[in-house]
């Protein structure tokens, strides 16, 4: 597993933009994470962002990711980094995927990677506030399909409510969602080998990591 600062260290990125709002959004959002952004787009570059009025969500052509403007403002940090991570490995490898790993407990870990790298995660105090950062990242993905892992200890309750978005977002995007269960014993022991490459310190995060990673039984 890589992380996104990893990944994009050897890629270059540039916006072509003149909306203030937009270049210190997303300016904020690399800098933070000590990504590099650049404004000048001359010579060869992996992806160009431009924002759009004229769309009206995402569209991905050949090098350029065309963004609604409105959703810059509006999408969380881990959407659009989301987006822009899976904009250039789909022109790279057309076999990338959605991967989403989620780790039950009183705090809910969560992963998402774009195959096997990390773009961001956390962890959350209710399944509610987790379906909605998913539904959100689900309904702007470029993919046809995605794959969401869950740790085996996950109530009936809470998989009820993961299954009830994949019906969601089927019906609404047409996006195929398949989830997993993962046996969580077996994940455990990757948590301690990840934590200083992932440099996160939170435990229920480490371990959506490694469910993510982990092979899972699929669930109908």
């Known amino acids: 597993m890589n992380t996104?600062?990893?990944?994009?260290?050897?890629?270059?990125?540039?916006?072509?933009?003149?909306?203030?709002?937009?270049?210190y959004r997303l300016n904020r959002i690399f800098s933070e994470r000590k990504l590099v952004l650049d404004f000048k787009c001359r010579g060869r570059f992996d992806l160009a962002i431009m924002p759009s009025s004229t769309?009206?969500?995402?569209?991905?052509?050949?090098?350029?990711?065309?963004?609604?403007?409105?959703?810059?403002?509006?999408?969380?940090?881990?959407?659009?980094?989301t987006?822009?991570?899976?904009?250039?490995?789909?022109?790279?490898?057309?076999?990338?995927?959605?991967?989403?790993?989620?780790?039950?407990?009183?705090?809910?870990?969560?992963?998402?990677?774009?195959?096997d790298i990390l773009v961001d995660g956390g962890a959350v105090s209710s399944m509610k506030s987790l379906l909605e950062v998913l539904e959100e990242i689900l309904l702007h993905s470029p993919f046809t399909s995605c794959v969401i892992k869950v740790g085996s200890s996950i109530s009936l309750t809470s998989?009820?409510?993961?299954?009830h978005l994949r019906e969601k977002v089927e019906k609404e995007k047409g996006l195929k969602v398949k989830i997993c269960l993962v046996d969580e014993s077996k994940s455990r022991e990757k948590a301690f080998i990840l934590r200083d490459h992932v440099k996160a310190r939170s435990k229920d995060y480490l371990a959506a990591c490694t469910i993510a990673l982990s092979i899972g039984e699929e669930l109908e």
């Open 159 to 163: 998989l009820s409510l993961i299954m």
């Open 4 to 23: 996104i600062q990893e990944f994009l260290k050897r890629r270059r990125i540039c916006l072509k933009t003149h909306n203030i709002r937009v270049f």
């Open 83 to 115: 987006l822009i991570l899976s904009a250039i490995l789909l022109r790279e490898h057309a076999s990338a995927v959605l991967n989403v790993g989620i780790d039950p407990g009183k705090r809910i870990g969560y992963a998402v990677l774009v195959s």
């Open 55 to 81: 769309i009206k969500d995402v569209l991905l052509e050949d090098s350029t990711l065309y963004i609604n403007e409105k959703l810059i403002y509006g999408l969380r940090d881990i959407t659009l980094l």
